[in-house]
Structure formats: structure tokens, C-alpha cells
């Protein structure tokens, strides 16, 4: 029985995102550049951000999962660089419903995927190819000036998703664009996505999120990005902990 809900929950899920961003998405992109025209650019991203945190959070949702949120009061109204530990695909979607809009620094991949691509590009995110430095440089210095300007960026700094949910080690050069620009880092902990999606099964899993937003971390405090990634780093690991146990007592109680 459970088997069948499993099934029947990850062909609903893929088949309403599918809908949601293609579909869906498509007309919200363009009605956001008919309000560019007639209202402004200001009215015209108020609409396309208002609708991919809708997404964000209707994911969830679509997804039978409940996601628990802590540390809401942290987030500032200015622009930051969101720094998170990577779980699974669901990080993206539980970011934009539950933190904040903003560009993703993403692998060259994800932009092959319908709609969720349009949106990327959108919010100024961009695609990096690890076998092309060039690439890499070129895109970066796009993520410098939007961030200058006042944009919201989201970076997973180990790179690649955990297999067992602990937090990896970061990449270096991760938080450097904080270091350049002085926009400050917003931490995140997320515990719980990896069993959504597990990598081993084709089958989602509809469970429960934990997420904590830890207060706000001025990069000008440090004097090299060895030192930031390193209090970063511990204070995700940190807080990663405190939602694993919050998850077992949890489950235990049940």
C-alpha cells in the first residue's frame, strides 16, 4: 500500500511541476513582460517573484510533504548571498518558497530543463560548466555586477548533494562573491530533502522538512574567505544537527 502511494504521488508530483513550469510558467513570463510595458519593470518583477514563490511553496504540497520553518525573523530586506547545504533538487524550490527570490549559480545541466531554466535565467541565476574556465569566469562577473546592483544570489557551496545529509566540505572560492562585493551571506540549514527524493529509488518519498535560516553574516568581519567559509560552514553543520535530532525525536515519538 505504501509502495502504491509512493507511485502514485511521484507521477502527480512530476506531472503538475511539468504543467506548473512549462505550462503555467510560460504565461506568467509573459504576462510579466506585458506589465513590463504597461506598469514598469518594478510592478512587472513584483508579479514573476510573487508567482515563483507560489511555486516554491505549492511544491511541497503537490509533494503530500510538510516543510517546518525556523529563524524567519533573520531574513533582511536587503540583498545577500544565501549560502545552504545541499540535500537534493527540492532545496531549490524550498529557498524560493520559504527564503528568498534570487539567482541560483547552477550546473550547465539544469539548463537544458524546461521552465525551470526560463526561470533561472529570469532572476539573473546563471549556468556553470566545470570544464570551462572561461565560461566560468564570464559568469561570475555577471553574479559580481547583479549583486553590486542589489540582487539577491543562492549557491550551494559543496557543490554536489550529500549522500547521507551531512554537510560537505565547501568549495573554494564559493564565497568569494560575498568577499568582493560585501553583501552579506544569509545561512541556511535544510535537513530532510534527501529523503524526498532518494538517489537510489525513482519513487518520491512525501515526508517532512526542516529548515533553519541563521542570522545574517557580514563578510567585512574576516580577513580571507578561508576564515568565512570556515564560520559558515560550522554554523550550517551546527544548525543541520540540531534539525537531524529535532527529525528523529520526531519520528521516534510517532
Known amino acids: ?34 506589465l513590463k510595458v504597461f506598469k514598469g519593470e518594478k510592478e512587472s518583477k ?18 503530500m510533504s510538510k516543510v517546518e520553518v525556523e529563524g524567519v525573523e533573520n531574513i533582511p530586506d536587503e540583498n545577500v ?6 540535500q537534493s533538487l527540492m532545496d531549490i524550490p524550498l529557498i ?9 549559480i547552477a550546473k550547465k545541466d539544469l539548463e537544458k530543463v524546461p521552465g525551470i531554466s526560463w526561470f533561472i535565467k529570469y532572476m539573473g541565476g546563471v549556468f556553470i560548466d566545470r570544464n570551462n ?8 562577473k555577471k553574479v559580481l555586477r547583479g549583486m553590486r546592483e542589489g540582487e539577491t544570489y543562492i549557491v550551494f557551496p559543496e557543490g554536489t548533494r550529500t549522500e547521507n545529509g551531512s554537510v560537505r566540505e565547501f568549495k573554494k572560492g564559493s564565497l568569494i562573491l560575498a568577499m568582493k562585493t560585501g553583501v552579506k ?13 532518494p538517489k537510489d529509488s525513482l519513487l518520491f518519498n512525501p515526508g517532512k522538512v526542516y529548515m533553519k535560516i541563521l542570522p ?19 554554523m550550517i553543520v551546527k544548525a543541520v544537527e540540531e534539525l537531524k535530532k529535532k527529525d528523529l525525536s520526531e519520528r521516534s515519538s510517532r
Open 1 to 34: 500500500m505504501r509502495k502504491l502511494y509512493r507511485i502514485f504521488t511521484t507521477i502527480y508530483f512530476l506531472i503538475i511541476t511539468f504543467l506548473y513550469t512549462s505550462v503555467y510558467g510560460g504565461f506568467v513570463l509573459l504576462w510579466g513582460k506585458i
Open 46 to 63: 513584483r508579479y514573476v517573484l510573487n508567482e515563483v514563490k507560489k511555486f516554491g511553496i505549492r511544491a511541497f504540497s503537490w509533494l
Open 81 to 86: 548571498l544565501v549560502v545552504a547545504n545541499h
Open 96 to 104: 524560493l518558497g520559504y527564503v528568498k527570490r534570487g539567482g541560483f
Open 133 to 140: 574556465p572561461r565560461q566560468i569566469a564570464a559568469e561570475i
Open 185 to 197: 551571506i544569509l545561512p541556511v540549514a535544510i535537513w530532510g530533502t534527501m529523503f524526498l527524493v
Open 216 to 234: 545574517p553574516v557580514d563578510p567585512s568581519n574576516f580577513q580571507s574567505e578561508e576564515d568565512l567559509i570556515k564560520f559558515v560552514r560550522d
